[in-house]
């Protein structure tokens, strides 16, 4: 079983950054990829960023070289470092473990097992 608790959600002008941080807890943290997905209102979940056991990340086209993701495994964190943000990232944030250990993380939202509860994302133009 793994926890997943999110937090550096917040409202930013655009152009700004945020850091999102998700803590996670259970013994399988450090085989497991860990992703962030993020949903808007009247929108499905959509995949953002994902981390494998390994370290090789894996980014949305819309997020790349923008976002980057990363993960502490002595600390059982995994960030979501934020710039350049724009109005059409506002969202609320999801932090996401896939247990199944994988060389290349997942951007399918069906191989995350665990998920956080989710943090706001609020982008002012």
């Known amino acids: 079983q793994v926890q997943l608790v999110e937090s550096g959600g917040g409202l930013v002008q655009a152009g700004g950054s945020l850091r999102l941080s998700c803590a996670a807890s259970?013994?399988?943290?450090?085989?497991?990829?860990m992703g962030w997905f993020r949903q808007a209102p009247g929108k499905e979940r959509e995949f953002v960023a994902a981390?494998?056991?390994?370290?090789?990340?894996y980014y949305a086209d819309s997020v790349k070289g923008r976002f980057t993701i990363s993960r502490d495994n002595a600390k059982n964190t995994v960030s979501l470092q934020m710039n350049s943000l724009k109005p059409e990232d506002t969202a609320v944030y999801y932090c996401?473990?896939?247990?199944?250990?994988?060389?290349?993380?997942?951007?399918?939202?069906?191989?995350?097992?665990?998920w956080g509860q989710g943090t706001q994302v609020t982008v002012s133009s």
């Open positions: 996401a473990a896939d247990p199944t250990s994988r060389w290349y993380p997942s951007f399918q939202h069906d191989d995350y097992t665990y």
């Open positions: 259970g013994r399988t943290f450090t085989s497991s990829s």
């Open positions: 981390i494998s056991w390994s370290g090789n990340t």
